[in-house]
């Protein structure tokens, strides 16, 4: 983690339990714990896959966990199965994430830090539709699934582009949309997403180990499950874009599609065929929060925690709450470390106007801002005196930017009020990246090859 400005014992402390949170998550330690051989036997958390029945392995996937979960599937097989099994495969990634493996491709995908589909990603999803079907009965297919595979994986059905499949991902983004109602209407266009991989699949198996980035774990939302059965209707993606106002906006050929599929007599069959699916979550915002409690404890903290089980609301509102919560932890007698772990939205300013940042870094500015605001109500009590907060993006990315998050304290306030920053504009312009650049208050991990949502830390002095 890359941090050049000095910092308290306590703003060290809140850095270390973030990262101890990503470190539990890490996509290399989550595959070690839940696939292992045993003998002649394959062992995919508690399910046995005898491997003298298996002829061929194959491992496909797309996330931003991808690579660190592909390197640990050749580890764990080691090089005699690989030889054996014929192991190959092909996995979408982000390009910052690609490196050589041994028998299993790791496929550039997307630009580092653009969370958008791209011409690489059709073209790398297309060979892994290609290559699962070519698979036999007496194959095994393991997939490789983690947060931001959506993005990873596009496979525009017939008659809908790339580029409105870009449109609508930019335009339900940038209007606030939860993950569950950007999938609902992402699956509808798409070939390979809500099952559309394991019906293509030919393989006798298929074993999706998954890391979720979306709270509560719903699998038929994580990278919108391109494994698992899809319940979701034209219906339902229609119901979306006309909540957001999208029909003036996005091209007509989306509307088109939806309607005529909502209008079909012979609905398509969504099931997933004749593959035996295991779908197993490895991984999720739960483990990375019980991680960074311990580390928290470890550290000699009274600590609470709470990871979110349903989408969030406005990253500033987060951002609020939680700056009112460590003024209240500071000036009273429990807990002195809170850990939460979620994924709130951001409602982007205009194009013309707008600056650079993420939502966690959004939400550390708005608490700034709070803060700034109970100072002018209290006269002559420091504005985060003792009070450090934190968010972090677990995959080390935080909107188009390379930073994981941002965190404040006494020192980082302090700064900025010398330098004259004027917060509101910052944060009405979600230009939070150049506000805490120059005050070394940004936390830089580069790819952490996973990613489980946020994790946010509040840790006070007395």
């Known amino acids: 983690m890359q941090n050049n400005q000095p910092t308290s014992l306590v703003t060290q402390h809140a850095l270390q339990i973030w990262q101890a949170g990503v470190d539990a998550v890490r996509s290399e330690r989550l595959i070690g714990e839940n696939l292992s051989v045993d003998g002649s036997t394959l062992l995919v958390g508690e399910e046995v896959v005898e491997l003298d029945s298996i002829e061929r392995i194959i491992v496909v996937g797309a996330g931003k966990a991808g690579a660190g979960m592909a390197a640990a599937v050749e580890d764990v097989l080691g090089p005699r199965l690989m030889n054996e099994k014929r192991l190959s495969g092909w996995v979408n990634v982000p390009d910052d994430c690609v490196r050589e493996l041994q028998t299993i491709k790791l496929h550039g995908a997307r630009p580092a830090g653009i969370n958008e589909p791209t011409q690489a990603g059709a073209d790398g999803a297309a060979e892994i539709l290609k290559l699962v079907h070519s698979l036999?009965?007496?194959?095994?297919?393991?997939?490789?699934?983690?947060?931001?595979?959506?993005?990873?994986?596009?496979?525009?059905?017939?008659?809908?582009?790339?580029?409105?499949?870009?449109?609508v991902t930019r335009f339900l983004s940038g209007a606030g949309a939860n993950i569950e109602e950007l999938n609902a209407v992402r699956k509808q266009l798409s070939s390979i997403k809500g099952g559309g991989l394991a019906r293509a699949c030919g393989a006798g198996r298929l074993v999706s180990l998954i890391i979720s980035d979306v709270l509560g774990d719903p699998l038929d939302v994580i990278a919108s499950g391109p494994t698992v059965s899809d319940n979701s209707t034209p219906e339902e993606a229609l119901a979306v874009l006309e909540r957001f106002g999208a029909a003036e906006v996005l091209p007509a050929s989306i509307f088109v599609y939806l309607e005529k599929a909502r209008a079909a007599t012979h609905k398509d069959d969504r099931s997933l065929g004749n593959c035996q699916v295991t779908n197993l979550v490895i991984g999720n915002n739960a483990l990375a929060v019980d991680a960074a409690g311990a580390e928290a404890e470890r550290l000699g903290y009274s600590h609470a925690m709470q990871s979110a089980v349903e989408p969030e609301g406005l990253a500033e509102d987060i951002g609020r709450h939680l700056g009112r919560m460590a003024v209240s932890m500071r000036d009273g007698t429990g807990p002195d470390c809170l850990i939460s772990g979620g994924e709130p939205v951001v409602k982007l300013a205009e194009a013309a106007l707008r600056g650079r940042g993420g939502r966690n870094q959004q939400l550390v500015l708005a608490a700034l801002e709070l803060l700034l605001e109970k100072d002018k109500s209290q006269s002559g009590q420091f504005p985060g005196r003792d009070i450090v907060i934190l968010s972090g993006g677990t995959d080390g990315e935080d909107g188009p930017t390379d930073?994981?998050?941002?965190?404040?304290?006494?020192?980082?306030i302090a700064t900025a009020v010398q330098k004259g920053l004027n917060v509101s504009d910052f944060l009405n312009r979600n230009d939070a990246y150049n506000f805490f650049g120059p005050l070394d208050a940004l936390i830089k991990t580069g790819p952490t090859h996973t990613n489980v949502c946020d994790i946010r830390v509040v840790v006070v002095g007395r």
Not at 146 to 156: D, E, N, T, Y
Not at 406 to 411: K, M
């Open 136 to 167: 036999g009965p007496r194959d095994l297919c393991i997939c490789l699934i983690s947060g931001g595979g959506s993005a990873l994986l596009p496979a525009p059905v017939e008659g809908i582009s790339l580029d409105d499949k870009l449109a």
């Open 403 to 412: 930073a994981a998050g941002a965190f404040l304290d006494e020192t980082v």
